[in-house]
């Protein structure tokens, strides 16, 4: 995972060679993930915590 310096949205960069929402390749429509600070992957909200979606990592809000 990647995290664009633009945007500080995460993207895969073995899919993209570029942050695909500074390009308008992909619309930024989930807004309950951001950047895991620990790994640099996706972490996501389940409603309680935050979760990491590669290790195991998770926070409150």
């Known amino acids: 995972m990647q995290m664009c310096p633009f ?5 895969d960069e073995s899919e993209y060679s570029h942050c695909p929402y500074c390009s ?3 619309v930024d429509d989930d807004e309950e993930v951001r950047p895991c600070p620990e790994c640099g ?21």
């Open 7 to 11: 945007c500080d949205k995460v993207y």
């Open 24 to 26: 308008g390749e992909l």
């Open 41 to 61: 992957g996706c972490l996501h909200w389940n409603g309680e915590i935050w979760e990491c979606s590669n290790c195991d990592y998770s926070e409150e809000d």
